[in-house]
């Protein structure tokens, strides 16, 4: 049974930062296989992604967060992280991690992170 854990969210104040982690165990691809990405969905909003980076390194982010946050993962540990800097209020959202392989798709369960003014 594949597992996405998310860690890390919390409550910060704008211009403050965090970093969600995402634990990724019990499927037959290793991390390295599998495209990894954090999606995140404010009350009353549609899911959206906010970053992802593929099997070969490639990463994308939305454009709101380019230059703030930062994807990586690391292979050995099955974790992908989030590095979030220069929060603002509309950052405010549930943050989801996702694993994805052809027509194999994951989700975690969700973490909050709410940004204060």
């Known amino acids: 049974q594949v597992q996405l854990v998310e860690s890390g969210g919390g409550l910060v104040q704008a211009g403050g930062s965090l970093r969600l982690a995402c634990a990724y165990s019990?499927?037959?691809?290793?991390?390295?296989?599998?495209?990894m990405g954090w999606y995140r969905q404010a009350p009353g909003k549609q899911r959206e992604l906010v970053a992802a980076?593929?099997?070969?390194?490639?990463?994308n982010y939305a454009d709101s967060v380019k230059g703030r946050f930062t994807i990586s993962r690391d292979n050995a540990k099955n974790t992908v992280y989030l590095q979030m800097n220069s929060l603002k209020p509309e950052d405010t959202a549930v943050y989801y991690c996702?694993?994805?392989?052809?027509?194999?798709?994951?989700w975690g369960q969700g973490t909050q992170v709410t940004v204060s003014s």
């Open positions: 996702n694993a994805r392989r052809v027509r194999l798709d994951y």
């Open positions: 019990g499927s037959i691809f290793s991390i390295n296989n599998m495209g």
């Open positions: 980076t593929t099997s070969g390194g490639s990463t």
